[in-house]
């Protein structure tokens, strides 16, 4: 399962409007091989769902993680912060041993 948080929440559907996108995009997330420390997370909006998407959804945000990615992504919290050290959606990931800096890629 994946959980967002109030702010990811409110940041999604700011851009959603912002975007023009219709209710039936939902958020995707997925690990891609990548970055300083390996991997990388990948979030977007997304219509299409394929057979072996693993839907989740939390405080009304529907989200969809292929597979393989799933195994890096369980228990992960989708994060907002607006704040002075960055700007952006952060991943919290139980799963990571290891992440850069910026926050966006990690190892397992």
């Not at 405080?59 to 799933?70: P, T």
């Not at 912060?81 to 890629?105: H, M, V, W, Y």
């Amino acid at each position: 399962m994946i959980i967002v948080s109030e702010k990811a929440k409110a940041r999604i559907l700011e851009l959603r409007k912002e975007e023009g996108r219709s209710e039936n995009e939902n958020i995707r997330v997925s690990v891609k091989g990548g970055g300083c420390s390996g991997l990388m997370y990948d979030l977007g909006f997304d219509a299409t769902m394929v057979e072996t998407d693993h839907v989740f959804e939390d405080k009304g945000v529907k989200i969809l993680v292929d597979r393989k990615s799933l195994l890096y992504l369980a228990g992960t919290v989708l994060e907002f912060s607006d704040g002075l050290n960055g700007k952006g959606f952060q991943f919290i990931n139980p799963n990571a041993s290891r992440t850069c800096g910026c926050g966006e890629s990690f190892s397992v």
